[in-house]
């Protein structure tokens, strides 16, 4: 059912229903699953999430990263209502299904590279990332993986272990998984390793990151570097421009898979199927996740095929990896995508983000840095320019909450939880995404 696309408010927010719902949530739900905008949905379509009081909001978050195509896409409901009638799971090792097949292939020529390629799903963007790690150890029969600073790559315990944020996704959930090593990343607004310009950066963290794999790590032993070619919850983090490259030759050279997670930097996000292609790589392993499925749970590992078939029969699956509703759901969502040419919208869209982004630099003293590629855009705010002192969590949920309350949803991001980041629809209205913007631009001046 479609929702005019525009901004309503009808009550406060959180208005009297969502309050009721999360009294009730509050009471039914352990804290630990944890709550970041007090509201209720009731419906959801194209950009728009209608909460339970009937209020419209702009959705900039898109259930983080998954709605690249828009909620309730009517195609993709199409897709599901029909496979539903068709069958709901067999599980694929028990029989095969046709979606299942079909998205493989789909997968396979759709991720970088011409080489033979083969695709496994899995449910969650973690269990891709386990997956992925599985194989590149019965691949190479080495052991170490190597992940980097603010890398987010689940909640499972490996996911957790390869995940660089303490608080709050390992805090006393110890001993983490063993053999995961973390290296510095490029990060050319705080360069861990003293590059003054994006060059150095790249260069600097590039010799620190290869010295450190063969002094202390042994190359021989690493099965596997993973890496978000942009970095999501870390805060949207675009690595300076040849690291990537350089990681990936080194891995080439010794016999690493390099894995790219692009469980939130896939489906057009970034501008690109996926967002490695803008580095020149040509990854091993590639995980996809979230908007893959338009809203239905569903992973992927796509990989060369030798390295895919590595691993015994039997060693890799579970009951419901690429349930059929769900694969017919993404090669929906795909068809949408390449049809409607939504890759070039995703980079509109950017470009209209960074612009309202860029207004704020001349108004505003808090703006520290502005990134992004795609539809994948942020701001990293900092209550000192020239200290680069992360803005406060005070300052940061007055943003995020007036935003809020003026029916705009946003997320923030980062390590240190300073960074609003933009997840709109690839596929949003100008005139919509113009009016969120225009929230977000001023909840932002108006603290500082
Ligand atoms: C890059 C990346 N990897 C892995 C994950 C984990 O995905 P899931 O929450 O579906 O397990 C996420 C989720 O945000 C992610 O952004």
């Known amino acids: 059912m479609s929702i005019p696309q525009e901004r309503k408010l009808l009550t406060e927010i959180p208005g009297p229903k969502s309050r009721e719902w999360f009294a009730r949530r509050t009471a039914a739900v352990p804290v630990g699953v944890g709550a970041i905008h007090p509201i209720v949905t009731a419906r959801a379509s194209g950009s728009i999430v209608e909460d339970v009081d009937g209020n419209r909001l ?6 983080i990263a ?9 195609e993709v409901v199409a897709a599901i209502q029909k496979q539903a009638e068709l069958d709901t799971h067999t599980c694929f090792h028990v029989t095969a299904n046709e979606p299942y097949i079909e998205l493989a292939e789909r997968l396979n020529s759709l991720t970088p590279g011409d080489h033979a390629k083969k695709t496994m ?11 992925a790690v599985k194989i590149a150890r019965l691949a190479t029969g080495r052991t170490a993986i190597v992940a980097f600073d603010h890398a987010f790559h689940g909640r499972t315990l490996l996911g957790m272990t390869l995940t660089a944020k303490v608080m709050p996704y390992k805090q006393g959930m110890g001993p983490f998984a063993p053999e995961v090593y973390r290296l510095p990343f490029a990060y050319p607004y705080r360069c861990p390793c003293g590059g003054d310009t994006p060059e150095a950066c790249a260069a600097a963290c590039l010799a620190y990151a290869v010295d450190e794999m063969h002094k202390h790590i042994g190359e021989e032993n690493i099965a596997a570097v993973i890496m978000e070619p942009i970095q999501g919850e870390g805060g949207f983090i675009v690595p300076a421009p040849g690291f990537v490259k350089g990681i990936a030759d080194f891995c080439a050279a010794s ?3 390099f894995i790219a997670d692009e469980i939130q930097t896939g489906m057009g996000r970034a501008g690109r199927w996926y967002a490695i292609e803008d580095e020149g790589v040509v990854p091993d392993l590639v995980t996809t996740a979230k908007s893959l499925g338009g809203g239905m749970p569903l992973s992927a590992v796509t990989g060369r095929a030798e390295l895919m078939d590595a691993v015994h029969p039997g060693g890799l699956g579970g009951t419901y990896g690429g349930n059929p509703v769900a694969a017919a759901a993404a090669l929906a969502v795909l068809e949408k995508i390449e049809r409607e040419d939504l890759l070039s919208s995703s980079r509109r869209v950017g470009e209209a983000v960074f612009a309202a982004l860029r207004s704020l630099e001349g108004t505003t003293s808090i703006v520290g840095d502005i990134r992004g590629r795609g539809a994948m855009c942020a701001v990293e705010l900092v209550s000192d320019r020239e200290t680069k002192e992360p803005l406060g969590a005070d300052a940061m949920n007055a943003i995020t909450r007036t935003c809020l309350e003026n029916g705009v949803i946003v997320l923030t991001a980062g390590t240190y939880g300073n960074v609003i980041r933009l997840l709109p629809p ?3 209205d100008d005139a919509l995404l113009q009016d969120g913007l225009g929230v977000l631009v001023s909840a932002i001046t108006a603290q500082g």
């Open 58 to 63: 702009i959705d900039f978050a898109t259930g």
């Open 66 to 74: 998954v709605l690249n195509v828009g909620h309730t896409a009517p």
């Open 121 to 131: 799903f899995a449910n969650s963007g973690a269990e891709a990332v386990e997956n």
């Open 255 to 257: 016999g690493i898979v």
């Open 426 to 428: 690839i596929n949003i």
